[in-house]
């Protein structure tokens, strides 16, 4: 496994993060555990979840299954960076939340930061996320809260998910204005086929040091085969890579993805990952296995060098937007 720094910090991450989204409702907690050796005995230490995993009645239920693998020890917890998220609702069976039970009030990351370290049975938590911006509550709140879990030691850094290039820039000038350190990371929707991170959110997290942790990496499954896999009597798509299948034109790019792929020898999964990681500003992708086979498939991306022909093809399959302003203006 290959390491880096997590943007400008002196934290050492894995170029692979361990999504943990699936465990509890597809993955039982046995297999969870299997993946999760799995994973730091292939060197994968940076490890990410979120309050709301399990979802619906469940919430909280991908917490509580990475609390009962610490449990078992092994300087398990020691190992592992541990970044989980704030800001859903966290009430029963997708009730309304109760006031103060979401989003970024000093009052809800109090609550929820306590509720989670009980959950995962830790004392302190690395990373800790804003899952997504909260337009009604100013960051001299949001930094005044998280300093305090700073200094009583419950997380040691903060950072962001689904923020727009803006809204890192006003966080972390904020915190520069209080003598905070800000945010560490951001979390956003990045891979070749969806690239309009690349306009103002990946530049952003460039000038303020963030490492950028991409999510959905393959695109729901579309950048890992899903044509062939279609072909081959595999798992079919379904959702919104099944509504993406059936525009024409969308086929036809994958289709030529998988083609040229083909081509060079080289699985269509692993060639997403392995693009992401030559990607400037990019800490590690999130990887959601269910299974040790799609782990394995992950593990040997971080190996896989991607020849300047196959990079230019790719380049050509799925153009990026480019930075902004130049992305729509002159």
Same mark, same amino acid.
């Given at each position: 496994?290959?390491?880096? /720094?997590?943007?400008?910090?002196?934290?050492?991450?894995?170029?692979?993060?361990?999504?943990?989204?699936?465990?509890?409702?597809?993955?039982?907690?046995?297999?969870?555990?299997? &993946?999760?050796?799995?994973?730091? +005995?292939?060197?994968? @230490?940076f490890f990410d979840t979120a309050n709301v995993y399990g979802w619906g009645e469940n919430k909280g239920r991908t917490e509580s299954i990475i609390g009962?693998?610490?449990?078992?020890? *092994?300087?398990?917890?020691?190992?592992?960076?541990?970044?989980?998220?704030?800001? *859903? @609702?966290?009430?029963?069976?997708?009730?309304?939340?109760?006031? @103060?039970?979401?989003?970024?009030?000093?009052?809800?990351?109090?609550?929820?930061?306590?509720?989670?370290?009980?959950?995962?049975?830790? +004392?302190?938590?690395?990373?800790?996320?804003?899952?997504?911006?909260?337009? @009604?509550?100013?960051?001299?709140?949001?930094?005044?809260?998280?300093?305090?879990? #700073? /200094?009583?030691?419950? &997380?040691?850094?903060? *950072?962001?998910?689904?923020?727009?290039?803006?809204?890192?820039?006003?966080?972390?000038?904020?915190?520069?204005?209080?003598?905070?350190? !800000?945010? #560490?990371?951001? /979390?956003?929707?990045?891979?070749?086929?969806?690239?309009?991170?690349?306009? %103002?959110? &990946?530049?952003?997290?460039?000038?303020?040091?963030?490492?950028?942790?991409?999510?959905?990496?393959?695109? !729901?499954?579309?950048?890992?085969?899903?044509?062939?896999? %279609?072909?081959?009597?595999?798992?079919?798509?379904?959702?919104?890579?099944? %509504?993406?299948?059936?525009?024409?034109?969308?086929?036809?790019?994958?289709?030529?993805?998988?083609?040229?792929?083909?081509?060079?020898?080289v699985e269509p999964g692993e060639a997403a990952l392995a693009w992401l990681l030559t990607r400037p500003g990019v800490t590690g992708p999130i990887v959601?296995?269910?299974? /040790?086979?799609?782990? +394995?498939?992950?593990?040997?991306?971080?190996?896989?060098?991607?020849?300047?022909?196959?990079?230019?093809?790719?380049?050509?399959?799925?153009?990026?937007?480019?930075?902004?302003?130049?992305?729509?203006?002159?």
């Amino acid at each position: 496994m290959k390491y880096t /720094q997590l943007g400008r910090t002196g934290l050492k991450v894995s170029r692979l993060v361990l999504g943990t989204m699936n465990f509890g409702p597809q993955t039982d907690e046995a297999d969870s555990h299997a &993946i999760m050796d799995a994973a730091l +005995d292939a060197g994968i @230490n940076f490890f990410d979840t979120a309050n709301v995993y399990g979802w619906g009645e469940n919430k909280g239920r991908t917490e509580s299954i990475i609390g009962s693998w610490f449990a078992q020890g *092994g300087e398990r917890r020691d190992k592992v960076v541990l970044a989980t998220k704030v800001y *859903g @609702n966290m009430g029963a069976d997708g009730a309304a939340a109760w006031p @103060n039970h979401d989003k970024l009030s000093a009052v809800n990351i109090r609550r929820a930061v306590d509720a989670s370290l009980k959950r995962l049975g830790t +004392d302190y938590i690395d990373v800790y996320q804003f899952h997504h911006i909260d337009r @009604n509550t100013p960051f001299e709140e949001i930094w005044q809260a998280i300093d305090v879990l #700073v /200094q009583q030691g419950k &997380i040691l850094y903060a *950072g962001s998910s689904n923020f727009p290039g803006y809204k890192i820039a006003q966080a972390n000038e904020t915190a520069a204005r209080r003598g905070s350190f !800000g945010l #560490v990371s951001e /979390q956003c929707l990045y891979n070749l086929y969806e690239r309009r991170a690349e306009m %103002e959110v &990946i530049p952003a997290a460039q000038d303020y040091g963030l490492g950028v942790i991409p999510w959905s990496p393959l695109h !729901g499954g579309l950048l890992g085969g899903v044509i062939r896999k %279609e072909a081959e009597g595999g798992r079919r798509a379904s959702g919104r890579a099944a %509504e993406t299948l059936a525009d024409p034109a969308a086929r036809a790019r994958l289709q030529s993805y998988e083609d040229l792929l083909d081509k060079h020898g080289v699985e269509p999964g692993e060639a997403a990952l392995a693009w992401l990681l030559t990607r400037p500003g990019v800490t590690g992708p999130i990887v959601g296995p269910r299974t /040790q086979e799609q782990l +394995d498939s992950a593990v040997r991306a971080v190996e896989l060098e991607l020849s300047e022909e196959l990079l230019a093809g790719l380049e050509e399959v799925f153009p990026g937007p480019g930075p902004s302003p130049e992305a729509f203006a002159w």
